[in-house]
Nanobody, 115 residues
Framework: QVQLVESGGGLVQPGMALLLSCVSS????????MGWYRQAPGKQRELVAK???????SYADSVKGRFTISRDGTTKMVYLQMTELKPEDTAVYYC?????????WGQGTQVTVSS
C-alpha cells in the first residue's frame, strides 16, 4: 500500500516562499514519476511539477522559474520549493506518484497566498 503524506502548506503573503514536502511509504525510485498537482476552488486539478525516475523535471508554464521540484531517495521525500508566490497560486497541493497506469495521491496541503 502506497502512502504519500504532504506537509508545509500555510498562509503567506505575495512574494514570499514556501517549501512543500511529501514523504513516501516506499522507495521513490520504484515510481515512474512523482509530482505535485494543485486544485483551486472551482477549478480542475492541474499538474504543477513532475520529476521522472531518471531525474527529468517539467513544470507548468505558470510556475516556471518560480517553483523547483526535488527529491531525496534516502529519506523518500519529494519537495516543491515555491518562490515569488502569487495569489493565483492559492490551492490545495497534492503529492502524486505514478507506477505505470496507477496513480497514488496524498491527502493534500492548503497553500493560501494573500496579503
Amino acid at each position: 500500500q502506497v502512502q504519500l503524506v504532504e506537509s508545509g502548506g500555510g498562509l503567506v503573503q505575495p512574494g514570499m516562499a514556501l517549501l512543500l514536502s511529501c514523504v513516501s511509504s516506499m522507495n521513490i525510485f520504484e515510481f515512474n514519476s512523482m509530482g505535485w498537482y494543485r486544485q483551486a476552488p472551482g477549478k480542475q486539478r492541474e499538474l504543477v511539477a513532475k520529476i521522472t525516475v531518471g531525474g527529468t523535471t517539467s513544470y507548468a508554464d505558470s510556475v516556471k522559474g518560480r517553483f523547483t521540484i526535488s527529491r531525496d531517495g534516502t529519506t523518500k521525500m519529494v519537495y516543491l520549493q515555491m518562490t515569488e508566490l502569487k495569489p493565483e497560486d492559492t490551492a490545495v497541493y497534492y503529492c502524486n506518484a505514478k507506477i505505470l497506469q496507477d496513480d497514488y495521491w496524498g491527502q493534500g496541503t492548503q497553500v493560501t497566498v494573500s496579503s
